[in-house]
């Protein structure tokens, strides 16, 4: 087998999540991560406050995830200094979309869900490609346990399709303890079936009143 | 997938090279015998080729043996046709689901070299297997009626070919209990 000496990349594995609702967003991610065949730590964070109401979830090469992270929330904090107030979600989504396609020919190895507030107080959720292509959505999932995931979401959460009239919401009318036990479900699944996906779930939940953070076990296996 | 007393075998319609869709209405699942069914995913061409030598192999089976093969052996039979063409093989992937002795549900998945995969919940094959198996694992429940195991494999199916665009354009489902036969496309 014949190795190229320029493959810079690699695949840390694990699965990203988010679903959107009226009033709340929902982003988790696991906290397996792993090169190969081996598991390097069982403990870490895939997750980014980036602002009040607005959180990452990036799944794919951790060296480019963390340079990433790194860049958006330097960038947020000069907006903050700027404008004296923190980057509403769909700003930040925007921005990291230009952030992503700046590096268009020697991409950011990161395939990326950003979850949180609009400046109504909606919740909503963008999806990304490796180079910036963003649409906004419902839910979403990236990462390895994504195409496992997918399915599910769409069967209890199906959007309504964006070319009816008049422009429906694409926003779950699951309540959020409900929406938070779907992700619960579709990550144990996901774990089941998927290699890189387990150890730990990260949840975290976004709504007006702030946003709050909760752990659960996955297999180990 | 497998329920109580009864199991189920779906697959899509679709048949394509690449973009282009060929036909909406191709058959991927075949009978053995009432009890047995193999469904076949991967090259159209192999697909018929092996239904049709999997027949003739039966039927020589049940000329000399005057009855029906259990699922068991019958896999067996698949896993040794394809194990044949190891250097060279059959570019297809069985999933074959019967009732045994007793009635008992017996399902089983093989690579296109014949490793075969004994399961005890359900089993998937494609270009959607990826998407089938989150679909299945979350919507699985043992020791399903045959008409919840019915709604859940055909939930499953369209959710999961939905996000691939090589799969679609209708789906089958058959649902197997020991006394009769449940067709649906």
Not at chain 1, 76 to 82: A, I, N, S
Not at chain 1, 92 to 105: D, G, I, V
Not at chain 1, 120 to 144: H, I
Request: hydrophobic share 35%; net charge negative.
């Amino acid at each position: 087998m014949s190795r190229r000496g320029d493959w810079v990349y690699e695949n840390n594995g694990g699965t990203c999540v988010a679903i959107a609702g009226a009033d709340y967003c929902v982003v988790a991610a696991d906290t397996r991560l792993s090169v190969g065949y081996n598991i390097l730590t069982r403990d870490h964070s895939k997750i980014c406050e980036l602002a009040d109401k607005c959180v990452l979830a990036s799944s794919g090469f951790q060296g480019d995830i963390k340079a990433l992270h790194k860049n958006l929330a330097a960038r947020e904090l000069l907006y903050q200094h700027q404008h004296n107030k923190r980057m509403s979600c769909p700003a930040m989504a925007q921005l990291l979309s230009n952030t992503l396609y700046y590096k268009r020919f020697f991409p950011y190895y990161a395939f990326n869900v950003l979850g949180g507030l609009d400046s109504e107080g909606k919740g909503c959720v963008f999806t990304y490609d490796a180079v910036g292509s963003y649409e906004r959505t419902g839910y979403s999932t990236q990462g390895t346990g994504s195409s496992l995931i997918m399915p599910v979401l769409d069967n209890q959460l199906k959007s309504p399709s964006p070319l009816l009239l008049p422009a429906k919401d694409a926003v779950t009318p699951l309540s959020e303890s409900e929406a938070v036990d779907l992700v619960k479900d579709v990550f144990a699944s996901a774990t089941e079936r998927d290699i890189y996906t387990g150890d730990k779930l990260e949840i975290v939940v976004i709504n007006k009143a702030g946003m709050k953070r909760e752990y659960i076990d996955l297999r180990k296996d | 997938m497998v329920g109580k007393n009864c199991f189920a075998i779906a697959s899509d319609r679709r048949l394509g090279v690449q973009l282009q869709t060929v036909a909406t209405d191709f058959q991927r699942v075949f009978k053995i015998h009432d009890k047995l069914y193999i469904g076949l995913s991967g090259l159209a061409t192999d697909v018929q080729t092996l239904y049709q030598r999997l027949v003739f192999r039966h039927k020589l089976y049940q000329l000399r043996e005057e009855r029906d093969m259990k699922p068991q052996t019958f896999a067996s039979l698949v896993s040794a046709l394809l194990y044949e063409k190891r250097f060279g093989p059959y570019f297809c992937q069985p999933v074959i689901a019967g009732l045994g002795e007793d009635n008992e549900p017996f399902i089983c998945t093989m690579d296109c070299i014949g490793a075969k995969e004994l399961a005890k919940d359900f089993v998937v094959s494609g270009t959607a297997s990826e998407s089938l198996y989150g679909a299945c694992e979350s919507m699985y429940k043992p020791n399903m009626e045959p008409e919840e195991l019915f709604e859940t494999v055909s939930q499953a199916l369209q959710a999961s070919v939905d996000r691939d665009c090589l799969s679609g354009w209708g789906g089958y489902v058959l649902v197997v209990t020991p006394t009769e036969i449940q067709e649906r496309g």
